[in-house]
């Protein structure tokens, strides 16, 4: 069974910081594409940053660039995020995703076969 399980949620002021993880299991972690992806409260899913099955290769969306980073430890079977600089619009819940098709980078939503329940990261003063 494929699981998929987010941590390191809370709640920051403007400017703090956040280290995201996300626990992997059932599934051929080191050969798939990952993702982090976030919903705001009253908004649909807006993908945050993908990573290739290697590591190497990462993708982040211009409203998070230089200030998220994501990675990972095949060795671990481990995802994280690392959230710097956080603003108010950051508020969600983040999700991890992965890919069973070609370990390569997506943005798209639907590429994505394995979801995890969230975490929620509230940035407020």
């Known amino acids: 069974e494929v699981y998929l399980l987010e941590s390191g949620g809370g709640s920051v002021q403007p400017g703090g910081s956040l280290g995201l993880s996300c626990a992997a299991s059932g599934f051929y972690f080191a050969a798939s594409a990952m993702s982090w992806v976030r919903q705001a409260p009253g908004k649909g899913l807006e993908w945050v940053a993908s990573i290739d099955g290697s590591g190497y290769s990462t993708w982040h969306a211009p409203s998070v660039k230089g200030r998220f980073t994501i990675s990972r430890d095949n060795a671990k079977n481990m995802l994280y995020l690392q959230l710097t600089s956080l603003k108010t619009e950051d508020t969600a819940i983040y999700h991890c995703?992965?890919?069973?098709?070609?370990?390569?980078?997506?943005?798209?939503?639907?590429?994505?076969?394995?979801w995890g329940q969230g975490t929620q990261v509230t940035v407020s003063s």
């Open positions: 995703a992965g890919r069973r098709g070609p370990a390569i980078l997506s943005s798209i939503l639907n590429d994505y076969d394995y």
